[in-house]
């Protein structure tokens, strides 16, 4: 122990500091931090231990042996309980205190080294720190610029989306104007291969009408009564032709009608068939409408063969017009079905009244070939003279049923039984209302596509209750009433004739909007 007290106060010192250290455990890591603890402690501790050093310097003897009383008792009074300070004490010999002095000094170097070491780890920590620092900017830095991509980014898809909508936008503009293009461009080949078919229709019909007048006996231009120079054949029907000719006489143009009855008839039927062209002349003869085609002459060329010489009409027929055609708008349909209804209205007014029985498309003459002409009535064959004799309250007997063109007859034209049926100017008045519905509508209302024989066999016409009108092409609700009016299935609800030439429709539009006030006079169909 007494070397222990003769130990240089330095090593002393460490010796107390190893034994404090390991009794309180206050600094016990302060000697073995140097291995890895804090610098601050390690400092401190160094500090303290130089500033000890100089304390022992300038200490007596007394206050030293005091301390290391307490020391020692402190020592002993743990080293029951502590096998490493009882073996420190045993430990506490010359070599072992050389040796510690040693360690002690080592241990002073690796201090020093350390507290080097811990400076290098300091500044290498600052350097770290500002590494870090730098690092944690530029990570702002990035982050800030990660925003900005992301931003942008979105921006960008977002841009790209208006991008992509714009090419949209531009795409559909080209296909607009393409599909406008198209449209167009379709239109016209429509109207062109209308065209085309147009021009195919009058082919065939020259065709034919070159074929006809190849084989008819009439072909080589004779000149017939004396007076007629036959120029062409105009059209052939059942038993007739028709020549455009030149009245020398009267220095004009006439359609001369050529009847030629079938040499193997019987000659009563001949006389029959002879019979009712000279009725239909004395009818026609009387005629004087701008509406009704003129009868100027009637003559016989043999037995079998006579002729009728009508006021001639360039252009075509409705039939044809509406063969190549379809159809009309509303004002033309309205035009044409005004001037036959004025027709009718004379037809009417004549002593004795006259029923047409045969109005068709066929039997309208178009005077300049197009619907915003005028039209003249042809063919009065089946026409009904409804003289006194004949024409009693309810009407007159149809003696020649079967007869006509049955898209255009009425139902009472239909009617069976042991009674003719009893017909009226309002047979010209229905036929009236499916000629309006087919310049209108490009059908007929009733039995569009059948036969004449089917619509007789199938009862079509007695079955025409009412009269269905197809949306397209839009027509106005007044030509719809107009023609109701005309195609009202019972005789005694239909309009006639004086009727339907007072009617509405077909007064002028100041008229009509201030007499009726039931048709607007600005109507979007017209
Ligand atoms: N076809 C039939 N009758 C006619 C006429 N009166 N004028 C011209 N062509 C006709």
Redesign the pocket.
Known sequence: MEELHSLDPRRQELLEARFLGGVSGNTAGSTGSASGGTKTPEKKHSESSRGRKRKADNQSESSQGKRLTLFLSLALSLSLSLCLSVCLVCFLTDLTVVKLATIESNKNLDLEKKEGRIDDLLRANCDLRRQIDEQQKLLEKYKERLNMCITMSKKLLIEKVKLTLAEYHEQEEIFKLRLGHLKKEEAEIQAELERLERVRNLHIRELKRINNEDSSQFKDHPTLNERYLLLHL??RGGFSE?YKAFDLTEQRYA?VKIHQLNKNWREEKKENYHKHACREYRIHKQLDHPRI?KLYDYFSLDTDTFCTV????EGNDLDFYLKQHKLMSEKEARSIVMQIVNALRYLNEIKPPIIHYDLKPGNI?LVDGNACGEIKI?DFGLSKIMDDDSYGVDGMDLTSQGAGTYWYLPPECFVVGKEPPKISNKVDVWSVGVIFFQCLYGRKPFGHNQSQQDILQENTILKATEVQFPSKPVASNEAKAFIRRCLAYRKEDRFDVHQLGSDSYLLPHIRRASSSGALAPNSSSY
């Open positions: 105009l059209g028709v359609a085609v009508l006021e001639y009409c003459l042809t």
